[in-house]
């Protein structure tokens, strides 16, 4: 399982783009990248999943480099509602690693 | 359509007891998960559920944990003589395939051991 290091916390303002980056420089041929958000007293939520390229759906867009190293989550114009907590799990079975993740604040 | 479904929400046990944490899955669903999530933390996997086979407990952190599934629906989470550091969220989650399937999950049951 591909270990995956994403920053502690992020801040951003209501209405602005973020991108929350995570490497993964041991992923596997046949690994997917996924990303989940979590609200407090909530179980985790799927946002998104690929493999390669781009990947945008109506929340969110995922980004995957060549190499696949890395990948980054945008959320455009992000509202009060998207603080939460974004893990960045990779991996090509049920068997998530779900690490600490990355604290997104949204500050009016 | 409903959710996974976990009960109770919120369990208070004195060190010594045996509780037990239910979980209802999305009906149909093929594979359920459960996770232990300390404060602070991301979820650890504890073991994973076919149907009613239980494929995968290499997570779970002690013998005094068991989990069943035995008519591979309604799932449940079983702990014995608590002790203060099995103090944690419990998620239940289900998927409906296996591998890398979306993993839908339900809101927890928070355990304190007293």
């Known amino acids: 399982l591909a270990k995956t290091t994403q920053p502690i916390s992020m801040d951003s303002y209501e209405g602005q783009e973020v991108n929350i980056t995570c490497s993964h420089n041991n992923i596997a041929t046949n690994d997917y990248i996924t990303w989940y958000q979590q609200f407090p007293s909530q179980g985790p939520r799927f946002i998104i999943q690929g493999y390669k390229t781009k990947v945008t759906n109506e929340v969110a867009s995922l980004f995957i480099p060549a190499d696949r190293k890395s990948s980054t989550l945008s959320l455009p114009r992000v509202s009060l509602s998207d603080t939460a907590v974004y893990y960045c799990?990779?991996?090509?079975?049920?068997?998530?690693?779900f690490g600490t993740g990355t604290r997104l604040k949204v500050l009016a | 359509g409903a959710g996974v479904s976990q009960s109770p929400r919120y369990k208070v046990a004195k060190r010594g007891q045996d509780v037990a944490l239910r979980c209802d899955p999305i009906?149909?669903?093929?594979?359920l998960f459960w996770y232990q999530q300390a404060l602070g933390q991301g979820p650890e996997f504890l073991t994973y559920f076919q149907n009613e086979a239980q494929l995968d407990k290499s997570g779970l952190p002690s013998d005094r944990f068991f989990a069943e599934r035995p008519e591979g629906s309604v799932s449940t989470l079983k702990i014995q003589r608590t002790q203060q550091e099995d103090s944690a969220v419990y998620l239940c989650a289900s998927s409906l395939g296996q591998g890398t399937y979306e993993q839908y999950f339900g809101p927890g049951t928070r355990l304190t051991v007293t």
């Open positions: 799990l990779v991996g090509d079975t049920y068997k998530y690693i």
């Open positions: 009906s149909g669903h093929v594979s």
